[in-house]
């Protein structure tokens, strides 16, 4: 073996391999490193862009009696409930006010859910006072955490609600929404969907340009999450604040996946002081993945059309579950979602990224090591691992949600 080109300090780790105490000390520095993530994770404030449990629970026919209230305290389904949360040092879950698109298409229906999530968030906090509690402000939220209670912020995934009733804005700000998601899966009246080749509005509808405006006045944080890119550039254009991305990744790492975001997006988006809070679903952080997702997506649509089938029919629970069992799902990993947290930090800055889970909202795609609220401390392992220090963790986990809530609340009081 010859040593001639090694750094002097590689010399030094072969030598004290050779000796025998490396891995000794390299094993106490680990288990040290993990035990300082788990204290981090329970002293710094923990903020969640995006937790799907009122949509979760909605579909399973959620009740609020006592045969139903221990389902957000302890419970194997899912990926958050209360126990969980306090073992990952979660403080404050964004819950999802999620509006599926097909429901836009018929008048009532989008602000008749929106209604019922938000009174279900605000019923489980009334029946667990002690554990939960509606969280309207980042200093209610900062008070909740020293308290101990667990802040239910709420944001709303989909404009569709507003429908074409600009005082709907103000009407949602006042019963608990923090952050508007514009739209979702298809075009609304308000903007254009990532997802949604349509193009109906070329961007932002006339409506949505109001509707931002009025979110700028009223203190509601606009989120373009899910939004076409021509969308992103036409509301960065005429916000006056940062604005978020609740639950987006980053395009480098998924190329052609435009519901990510792109660096010259991201850049701005720090220009502006904003910030993306990265989702943890596979598919949004590796492309590899998503490519042998919508591969397999394809062969499962084929087999139902040769059974002369659709998705949704009845038997098709059944065929997906063989077909999974098939073709067992790929995940990604915690080193992936520290990829694009380094990604977003080269771009833009430590003061522009955050953490958008999607958890109960990505299904079984969720990522090795971080499969519900409870692995949080993982993650700021890895991020240890990395060189990340105490401070910038401490802005990742909760600091520049705040500092972004509290700019846009401070520009709609000097309204």
């Known amino acids: 073996m010859k040593f001639t080109h090694l750094p002097l300090l590689a010399l030094l780790g072969l030598f004290l391999c050779t000796c025998g105490s490396a891995p000794e000390n390299t094993s106490n520095a680990d288990a040290e490193m993990r035990a300082h993530a788990n204290e981090l994770a329970q002293k710094y404030l923990i903020t969640d862009g995006h937790v799907d449990l009122p949509y979760r629970l909605k579909v399973r026919n959620f009740k609020l009696d006592k045969e139903y209230l221990g389902i957000p305290i302890e419970t194997d389904a899912g990926d958050f409930d209360y126990v969980r ?174 519901r990510n975001m792109d660096d010259e997006m991201i850049k701005r988006l720090g220009e502006e002081g904003g910030i993306i809070q990265i989702n943890f679903g596979s598919t949004f952080l590796d492309g590899a993945l998503r490519t042998r997702q919508d591969s397999l997506r394809g062969v499962f649509m084929e087999r139902l059309a040769a059974k002369d089938m659709k998705y949704g029919d009845e038997g098709t629970d059944e065929m997906q579950e063989a077909f999974e069992k098939e073709f067992p799902t790929l995940y990604s990993d915690l080193e992936m979602v520290a990829d694009h947290i380094d990604r977003v930090v080269k771009l833009a800055g430590i003061d522009h990224v955050g953490l958008g889970s999607d958890f109960d909202g990505v299904g079984d795609s969720l990522p090795t090591g971080l499969k519900d609220v409870s692995d949080f401390p993982n993650l700021i392992y890895t991020l240890l691992k990395r060189g990340y220090a105490d401070e910038d963790i401490e802005k990742i986990c909760s600091g520049n949600v705040i500092r972004v809530w509290k700019a846009v609340e401070a520009a709609a009081k000097a309204k």
Request: net charge negative; aromatic share 8%.
């Open 85 to 258: 949360a306090k073992e990952g040092g979660l403080d404050a879950p964004f819950m999802s006010i999620y509006i599926p698109s097909r429901l836009q298409e018929e008048p009532g229906e989008s602000p008749k859910l929106a209604d019922s999530l938000i009174t279900m968030v605000k019923g489980i906090a009334d029946a667990h006072p002690d554990k939960f509690r509606v969280t309207y402000t980042p200093d209610e939220m900062v008070a909740n955490f020293e308290a101990g209670i667990v802040s239910l912020p709420m944001g709303m995934e989909n404009g569709s609600p507003i429908e074409d009733k600009i005082e709907r804005v103000k009407e949602y700000k006042d019963k608990g929404i923090s952050y508007i998601t514009l739209t979702h899966a298809k075009d609304n009246l308000i903007c254009d969907s990532s997802y949604d080749t349509t193009a109906t509005h070329g961007g932002l509808s006339d409506f949505g340009r109001d509707v931002v405006k009025e979110m700028n006045r009223v203190g509601i944080m606009v989120d373009i999450s899910h939004v076409s890119d021509k969308t992103f550039w036409q509301v960065v254009e005429m916000t006056d604040v940062p604005m978020i991305a609740s639950h987006s990744s980053v395009r480098h790492f998924t190329p052609g996946f435009e």
